[in-house]
């Protein structure tokens, strides 16, 4: 069999999904996200705050990777990382990015695209001290993406910052950056068995948010 028939023959949406009524929507989508999202949850969705964070590198080549949402408040849709990361260094090259959840439980994607922005140092380094030990540890190790020539290299890293957070443990990252998106459009998509799938976007219009149905 070849890959191509084993693709098709996976069934898609062959589960009980919800509703989606776009007339009874409110606002403002970041409302809608939160009423998602918990719903999400509710539905035993497995890690409903993990999202893929798309951004462009140098080159104009798209680049892409998972995370886990922070927060989403006036300021935005956030996510934390080290400023000298890949996704760090291509932020601050091109402040723009976009954000996917998936759902597959419920059938759901919500779609963010906008701007990018670090916050505050003090965001960021609490956002850092709120972190579990072990991420701490590893964050405070790590030169993330970067070539790592030997293993050991990694191990005695993650020894020398265990006893750095061990001596003090309110020690922050100089790199642990909270970002956040404002968006300028967020999709909810809704999947349908028959292929009805049930699109709104939310697209921005100065202070205000427009409404349009998409097709599918």
């Known amino acids: ?22 007339d009874e929507t409110p606002d403002h989508p970041d409302a809608l996200f939160v009423a998602w999202l918990g719903e999400a949850i509710a ?15 140098a080159d104009g080549l798209p680049d892409a990777r998972v995370l886990i949402l922070k927060d989403v408040d006036d300021r935005g849709w956030q996510f ?5 990361s890949a996704k760090g260094r291509q932020i601050a090259a091109r402040p723009a990015a976009a954000l996917g959840f998936y759902w597959r439980e419920q059938g759901r994607q919500v779609r963010v695209r906008g701007t990018v ?3 505050d140092p003090q965001t960021s380094a609490d956002d850092f001290r709120a972190r579990p030990d072990d ?3 590893a964050s ?15 191990e005695r890293a993650l020894t020398a910052s265990a006893a750095t957070i061990a001596a003090d443990p309110d020690t922050p990252s100089p790199d642990h950056t909270v970002y956040a ?5 967020v999709e909810f998509w809704q999947g349908d068995a028959t292929r009805r799938h049930v699109r709104l976007r ?14 599918p």
């Open 80 to 84: 934390a990382t080290s400023a000298t």
């Open 43 to 57: 539905a035993g969705v497995v890690e409903p705050h993990a999202m893929t964070l798309s951004t462009v590198d």
């Open 117 to 119: 922005a670090a916050l």
């Open 202 to 215: 939310y697209r921005r219009d100065g202070d205000v948010w427009q409404k349009e149905l998409l097709w």
């Open 140 to 154: 405070l190790a790590s030169t993330q993406s970067e070539v790592l020539p030997d293993p050991a290299d990694l």
């Open 181 to 185: 998106v404002t968006p300028v459009a």
């Open 1 to 22: 069999m070849s890959i191509r028939d084993l693709l098709r023959g996976q069934p898609v949406f062959a589960r009980p999904l919800p509703s989606f009524v776009p």
């Open 135 to 137: 991420s701490r540890v």
